[in-house]
C-alpha cells in the first residue's frame, strides 16, 4: 500500500472490493475509503487508516432518540460479521443507545448490553424490543386522536411538573402541550412496551420544542434566543406533522 500508487483494495480471496478506494487526502496520507457496507473481510493492517461513508444511520430504530458519541450502525455490523457467527453471543460493555445490541439482533446474535446511565438502558431495552404490530397501530390511531381533540383546558395544574426554571426552559403553550401528550400517554391501554415506545417518542421531541440551542451538546439557553417555538409544535413534532403544515386542532 505505501509503494507511491494508489491500488485497488481487494479481498482475501483477491476479489476487488467495488466500495473501497484508497485516497490521498489534502495532507498527502493514504486513507482507505469505504463507501456503505464495510465486507467483513476488509484487509486490515497495522497503520492503516480507514475513512467509513455511512448512508444508514437512522434506519429502523438506530434513529430514535438522540444520544450522544452513538455508533454509526456499520462499524458494529462490521465487526460483529468479522469475529462472531449466528447464535454467538456478542457483548456491548459501554452499549449507550444499543447500537451494537440492534445490530446484533439482526445479524441474528445474541447480545448483551452494560452501561452505568439508566437512560441508556431504557433506550436500549426500547429500540431491540418487537411490537406487536396491531397494538402499536391502534395506541397510535388513539393518541392521534385525543392529539386533535387537544385543548389547553384539558390540561390540569396537576399534570404539569414541576422543576427548577422550568418557565424559561419551555414556552407556557409547549408546556401545556407536552403535559398532555405524557397524560394521553400514559392513560392508552397498552402493554409497557408500546407505552415505552410512546414515551422516548415523546423525550425525543422534548428538546426540540424547548428553549434550548439546538446546535451545542449541552443543554443551555442564549441570552438571545437562536430559535422560534411556535403554538402546536410539540404537537406538530410528536405527530410527524412538518411545521408548515396545520394541525387541524378542536377550537
Ligand atoms: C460513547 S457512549 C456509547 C455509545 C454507543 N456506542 C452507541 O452507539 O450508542 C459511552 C457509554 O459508556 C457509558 N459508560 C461510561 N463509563 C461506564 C462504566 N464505567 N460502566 C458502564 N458504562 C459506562 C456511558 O454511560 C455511555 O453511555
Not at 448483551?112 to 390511531?141: C, H, M, N, W
Not at 405524557?182 to 428553549?211: G, M
Amino acid at each position: 500500500m505505501s509503494n507511491g500508487k494508489l491500488q485497488q483494495i481487494t479481498l482475501f480471496s483477491n476479489q476487488p472490493l467495488d466500495n473501497v478506494k484508497e485516497i490521498v487526502n489534502e495532507f498527502g496520507e493514504k486513507i482507505i475509503r469505504v463507501d456503505g457496507e464495510i465486507p467483513a473481510g476488509l484487509p486490515v493492517k497495522d497503520g492503516d487508516r480507514f475513512l467509513f461513508i455511512s448512508y444508514d444511520q437512522s434506519i429502523l430504530t438506530h434513529g430514535l432518540h438522540k444520544y450522544p458519541a452513538k455508533f454509526f450502525p456499520k462499524l458494529p455490523r462490521w465487526l460483529i460479521k468479522r469475529y462472531s457467527k449466528e447464535g454467538d453471543t456478542v457483548l456491548d460493555p459501554f452499549s449507550g443507545s444499543g447500537t451494537t445490541n440492534i445490530e446484533a439482533l439482526l445479524t441474528k446474535r445474541h447480545s448483551i448490553g452494560i452501561d452505568v446511565d439508566p437512560f441508556s438502558r431504557y433506550l436500549s431495552k426500547i429500540k431491540i424490543t418487537p411490537l406487536d404490530e396491531k397494538e402499536l397501530q391502534s395506541a397510535q390511531k388513539y393518541l392521534l386522536r385525543c392529539i386533535l381533540n387537544y385543548k389547553p383546558s384539558k390540561v390540569l395544574k396537576k399534570d404539569i411538573p414541576i422543576f427548577p426554571y422550568r418557565d424559561n426552559w419551555v414556552n407556557r403553550e409547549i408546556i401545556l402541550e407536552l403535559a398532555y401528550l405524557k397524560k394521553t400517554i400514559e392513560s392508552l391501554n397498552t402493554s409497557d412496551d408500546i407505552k415505552d415506545f410512546f414515551r422516548i417518542c415523546f423525550s425525543s421531541v422534548i428538546r426540540a420544542v424547548s428553549n434550548a440551542d439546538d446546535n451545542c451538546t449541552r443543554t443551555v439557553i442564549r441570552k438571545k434566543l437562536n430559535k422560534k417555538v411556535y403554538p402546536a409544535d410539540a404537537l406538530k413534532k410528536f405527530t410527524g406533522v412538518p411545521r408548515e403544515k396545520e394541525l387541524r386542532l378542536a377550537a
